[in-house]
């Protein structure tokens, strides 16, 4: 087995045009690894200004003990965007997502909602889904809310 690129292009022999386009694409992968590496070492760095005022924060949201959470499962997706609700004045993303790809409610909730986008869905339904319709949200979100919750209902 060759241990350099040029080496295993000598011998390759699949289509040519794909033989031209491997040293491109694979210094494009190669950059999938560098560039988070390096993004996490200037996080680090105190001297780095960019992440300085990048504000890092828990939020969760806490389901009412009249809710058994056994029955319910709010979404990392919703959880974000009701992070947004409960604090109108924040700075929002044009990108909500998690580390997984959204399931079809979520993706068809941000739908509804407009404003943010999610990159990938499955697409499946999970019956434990669950809006957090308990939370203290600004008085004039309510009317937007409910109307979103109702094309859900009709969907």
Not at 41 to 56: G, I, K, S
Not at 65 to 80: D, G, M, T
Not at 100 to 109: G, P
Not at 113 to 130: A, C, M, N, Q, S
Request: aromatic share 10%; glycine share 4%; charged share 20%.
């Amino acid at each position: 087995m060759a241990t350099h690129l040029s080496a295993a292009l000598q011998t390759f022999s699949g289509d040519p045009n794909l033989k031209k386009y491997l040293p491109e694409a694979i210094g494009k992968l190669g950059r999938y690894y560098s560039a988070p590496t390096e993004l996490v070492c200037a996080a680090r760095d105190r001297e780095c200004r960019v992440f300085q005022r990048v504000l890092v924060e828990p939020f969760r949201i806490e389901v009412p003990v009249s809710i058994p959470e056994a029955n319910c499962k709010i979404h990392a997706e919703i959880q974000l965007l009701f992070l947004y609700e409960l604090h109108p004045g924040r700075p929002q993303p044009r990108v909500i997502c998690s580390s997984k790809s959204a399931c079809y409610l979520c993706n068809l909730f941000f739908h509804l909602y407009g404003g943010f986008h999610v990159p990938r869905t499955h697409g499946r339904l999970y019956d434990k889904w669950i809006l957090p319709h308990w939370l203290d949200i600004p008085v004039e979100r309510h009317l937007n809310l409910a109307v979103i919750s109702t094309q859900l209902r009709q969907r």
